[in-house]
Protein backbone atom coordinates (compact mmCIF):
# COMPACT_ATOMS: atom_id res chain seq x y z
CA UNK A 1 0.00 0.00 0.00
CA UNK A 2 0.98 3.10 -0.66
CA UNK A 3 0.13 5.04 2.68
CA UNK A 4 -1.72 8.17 3.02
CA UNK A 5 -1.21 10.60 0.34
CA UNK A 6 -1.25 14.04 0.54
CA UNK A 7 -1.21 16.70 -2.08
CA UNK A 8 0.53 19.37 -2.56
CA UNK A 9 3.62 18.82 -0.53
CA UNK A 10 4.25 22.34 -0.22
CA UNK A 11 2.34 25.05 -0.77
CA UNK A 12 2.79 28.85 -1.01
CA UNK A 13 0.08 31.50 -1.41
CA UNK A 14 -0.76 35.10 -0.63
CA UNK A 15 -2.95 36.19 1.72
CA UNK A 16 -6.52 36.24 0.86
CA UNK A 17 -5.91 33.48 -1.71
CA UNK A 18 -8.25 30.35 -1.30
CA UNK A 19 -6.24 26.94 -0.05
CA UNK A 20 -7.31 23.44 -0.91
CA UNK A 21 -5.18 20.85 0.42
CA UNK A 22 -5.91 16.92 -0.50
CA UNK A 23 -5.77 14.05 0.99
CA UNK A 24 -5.83 10.30 -0.10
CA UNK A 25 -6.27 7.54 2.86
CA UNK A 26 -5.55 4.36 3.34
CA UNK A 27 -7.79 2.06 1.29
CA UNK A 28 -10.16 0.10 3.97
CA UNK A 29 -9.73 2.78 6.48
CA UNK A 30 -12.67 3.81 8.17
CA UNK A 31 -10.95 7.05 10.02
CA UNK A 32 -9.69 10.43 8.40
CA UNK A 33 -8.51 12.68 10.65
CA UNK A 34 -6.87 16.06 9.75
CA UNK A 35 -4.34 17.70 11.93
CA UNK A 36 -2.17 21.34 12.03
CA UNK A 37 1.12 21.34 13.46
CA UNK A 38 3.31 24.75 14.50
CA UNK A 39 5.74 25.73 16.43
CA UNK A 40 3.15 27.50 19.12
CA UNK A 41 0.22 25.22 19.54
CA UNK A 42 2.07 21.99 18.59
CA UNK A 43 -0.28 18.84 16.80
CA UNK A 44 -3.58 20.00 16.95
CA UNK A 45 -6.59 18.09 15.35
CA UNK A 46 -9.11 20.22 13.07
CA UNK A 47 -11.76 17.64 12.30
CA UNK A 48 -12.20 13.96 11.97
CA UNK A 49 -14.02 11.68 9.09
CA UNK A 50 -15.69 8.27 10.69
CA UNK A 51 -17.70 6.61 6.82
CA UNK A 52 -17.06 10.07 5.64
CA UNK A 53 -19.34 11.57 7.66
CA UNK A 54 -17.95 14.82 9.62
CA UNK A 55 -17.60 13.91 13.53
CA UNK A 56 -15.77 16.51 15.62
CA UNK A 57 -14.49 19.73 13.71
CA UNK A 58 -14.72 21.40 17.25
CA UNK A 59 -11.30 22.12 15.96
CA UNK A 60 -11.33 24.08 12.93
CA UNK A 61 -10.55 27.27 13.65
CA UNK A 62 -12.87 29.40 11.87
CA UNK A 63 -15.41 29.96 9.63
CA UNK A 64 -12.76 30.28 6.82
CA UNK A 65 -11.56 26.28 7.33
CA UNK A 66 -14.11 24.11 5.78
CA UNK A 67 -13.27 19.92 5.30
CA UNK A 68 -15.18 17.51 2.90
CA UNK A 69 -14.75 14.19 2.59
CA UNK A 70 -16.99 13.24 -0.68
CA UNK A 71 -16.01 9.62 -0.82
CA UNK A 72 -13.59 6.87 0.69
CA UNK A 73 -10.88 7.32 -0.93
CA UNK A 74 -10.53 11.23 -0.85
CA UNK A 75 -10.88 14.30 1.48
CA UNK A 76 -10.20 18.03 0.93
CA UNK A 77 -9.74 20.91 3.29
CA UNK A 78 -10.32 24.32 2.03
CA UNK A 79 -8.59 27.61 3.82
CA UNK A 80 -10.76 30.55 2.12
CA UNK A 81 -9.31 33.32 2.51
CA UNK A 82 -6.25 32.30 3.72
CA UNK A 83 -3.92 34.88 6.32
CA UNK A 84 -0.45 34.37 7.39
CA UNK A 85 -0.94 33.12 10.50
CA UNK A 86 -2.55 30.04 8.82
CA UNK A 87 1.02 29.22 7.91
CA UNK A 88 1.86 25.73 9.20
CA UNK A 89 2.40 21.62 8.14
CA UNK A 90 -1.45 20.11 7.79
CA UNK A 91 -1.31 16.51 7.95
CA UNK A 92 -4.20 13.91 7.40
CA UNK A 93 -4.11 10.70 8.83
CA UNK A 94 -5.97 7.79 8.73
CA UNK A 95 -7.29 4.68 11.12
CA UNK A 96 -9.07 1.45 10.64
CA UNK A 97 -12.85 1.20 12.45
CA UNK A 98 -12.36 2.33 16.41
CA UNK A 99 -9.77 5.14 16.11
CA UNK A 100 -9.69 4.55 19.60
CA UNK A 101 -7.97 1.61 20.04
CA UNK A 102 -5.80 1.65 16.27
CA UNK A 103 -2.95 3.64 15.00
CA UNK A 104 -3.44 6.35 12.66
CA UNK A 105 -1.06 6.48 9.88
CA UNK A 106 -0.14 9.90 8.74
CA UNK A 107 0.66 11.31 5.44
CA UNK A 108 3.62 12.90 4.68
CA UNK A 109 1.79 16.71 5.28
CA UNK A 110 1.41 19.84 3.39
CA UNK A 111 3.55 22.86 4.34
CA UNK A 112 1.37 25.73 3.77
CA UNK A 113 3.24 29.33 3.98
CA UNK A 114 0.93 32.47 3.37
CA UNK A 115 2.55 35.58 2.37
CA UNK B 1 -7.26 19.69 27.41
CA UNK B 2 -3.83 18.86 26.32
CA UNK B 3 -1.53 16.45 28.22
CA UNK B 4 1.69 17.73 29.81
CA UNK B 5 5.36 15.58 28.66
CA UNK B 6 8.15 15.70 30.47
CA UNK B 7 10.86 16.35 30.22
CA UNK B 8 10.18 19.01 26.93
CA UNK B 9 14.05 17.82 26.00
CA UNK B 10 16.44 15.20 26.74
CA UNK B 11 20.30 14.57 25.27
CA UNK B 12 21.54 10.99 25.76
CA UNK B 13 24.78 9.51 24.95
CA UNK B 14 24.09 6.21 22.67
CA UNK B 15 23.29 3.29 25.02
CA UNK B 16 21.79 5.29 27.89
CA UNK B 17 17.99 4.92 29.09
CA UNK B 18 15.24 7.30 28.75
CA UNK B 19 12.40 7.90 30.41
CA UNK B 20 9.24 10.19 29.38
CA UNK B 21 6.23 10.90 31.04
CA UNK B 22 2.85 11.57 30.06
CA UNK B 23 0.58 13.19 32.16
CA UNK B 24 -3.73 14.09 31.73
CA UNK B 25 -5.67 15.74 33.86
CA UNK B 26 -8.68 13.85 32.61
CA UNK B 27 -9.75 9.97 32.82
CA UNK B 28 -8.21 8.35 29.85
CA UNK B 29 -9.52 5.82 27.18
CA UNK B 30 -5.97 4.88 25.71
CA UNK B 31 -2.34 6.37 25.44
CA UNK B 32 -0.85 6.59 22.17
CA UNK B 33 2.81 7.28 21.43
CA UNK B 34 4.41 8.53 18.27
CA UNK B 35 7.76 9.61 16.91
CA UNK B 36 8.37 12.42 14.82
CA UNK B 37 12.07 13.16 12.87
CA UNK B 38 12.57 16.40 11.81
CA UNK B 39 10.96 17.58 8.48
CA UNK B 40 8.76 14.08 8.63
CA UNK B 41 5.31 12.66 9.80
CA UNK B 42 4.45 11.36 13.06
CA UNK B 43 4.72 7.41 13.28
CA UNK B 44 2.96 5.15 15.50
CA UNK B 45 5.31 3.40 18.28
CA UNK B 46 2.58 2.06 20.27
CA UNK B 47 -1.01 2.07 21.84
CA UNK B 48 -1.49 1.06 25.60
CA UNK B 49 -5.45 0.71 26.20
CA UNK B 50 -7.55 0.95 29.59
CA UNK B 51 -7.43 -2.52 30.82
CA UNK B 52 -3.68 -3.19 30.09
CA UNK B 53 -3.46 -3.99 26.74
CA UNK B 54 -1.01 -2.71 24.57
CA UNK B 55 0.12 -3.00 21.16
CA UNK B 56 3.20 -1.56 19.38
CA UNK B 57 6.73 -1.55 18.95
CA UNK B 58 9.08 -4.68 20.43
CA UNK B 59 12.00 -2.87 21.75
CA UNK B 60 10.08 -0.01 23.21
CA UNK B 61 8.25 -0.63 26.57
CA UNK B 62 5.92 1.82 28.18
CA UNK B 63 3.33 1.80 31.45
CA UNK B 64 -0.03 3.09 31.82
CA UNK B 65 -1.39 4.38 35.22
CA UNK B 66 -5.18 4.23 34.54
CA UNK B 67 -5.52 5.70 38.41
CA UNK B 68 -3.25 8.58 38.07
CA UNK B 69 -4.10 9.19 33.98
CA UNK B 70 -0.40 9.08 33.71
CA UNK B 71 1.89 7.19 30.75
CA UNK B 72 5.69 6.48 30.77
CA UNK B 73 7.98 5.74 27.97
CA UNK B 74 10.71 3.82 28.06
CA UNK B 75 13.81 3.55 25.96
CA UNK B 76 16.56 1.19 27.16
CA UNK B 77 19.91 1.14 25.55
CA UNK B 78 19.41 4.26 23.18
CA UNK B 79 20.24 4.12 19.63
CA UNK B 80 20.99 6.81 17.13
CA UNK B 81 17.90 6.66 15.82
CA UNK B 82 15.74 6.72 18.84
CA UNK B 83 16.48 10.66 17.88
CA UNK B 84 13.35 12.62 17.40
CA UNK B 85 10.26 14.01 19.06
CA UNK B 86 8.01 11.73 20.93
CA UNK B 87 4.37 12.92 21.43
CA UNK B 88 1.51 11.11 23.19
CA UNK B 89 -1.83 11.71 22.36
CA UNK B 90 -4.87 10.62 24.71
CA UNK B 91 -7.90 9.44 23.92
CA UNK B 92 -10.55 10.31 26.85
CA UNK B 93 -14.36 9.38 26.50
CA UNK B 94 -16.43 7.52 23.52
CA UNK B 95 -14.94 9.85 20.76
CA UNK B 96 -11.74 8.94 18.89
CA UNK B 97 -10.35 12.21 18.91
CA UNK B 98 -6.56 12.00 19.74
CA UNK B 99 -5.31 15.00 21.97
CA UNK B 100 -1.71 14.88 21.21
CA UNK B 101 0.64 16.29 24.48
CA UNK B 102 3.54 19.60 24.24
CA UNK B 103 5.93 16.87 22.65
CA UNK B 104 10.08 15.79 24.31
CA UNK B 105 12.49 16.10 22.19
CA UNK B 106 15.17 13.48 22.45
CA UNK B 107 18.64 13.63 20.98
CA UNK B 108 21.04 10.80 20.95
CA UNK B 109 24.32 11.17 20.88
CA UNK B 110 28.05 9.55 20.10
Known amino acids: DAGVIQSPRHEVTEMGQEVTLRCKPI?????LFWYRQTMMRGLELLIYFNNNVPIDDSGMPEDRFSAKMPNASFSTLKIQPSEPRDSAVYFC?????????????FGPGTRLTVL | QQPVQSPQAVILREGEDAVINCSSSKALYSVHWYRQKHGEAPVFLMI?????EQKGHEKISASFNEKKQQSSLYLTASQLSYSGTYFC???????????FGTGTRLQVTL
Open chain 1, 27 to 31: SGHDY
Open chain 1, 93 to 105: ASSLASGRSNEQF
Open chain 2, 89 to 99: GTITGTASKLT
Open chain 2, 48 to 52: LLKGG
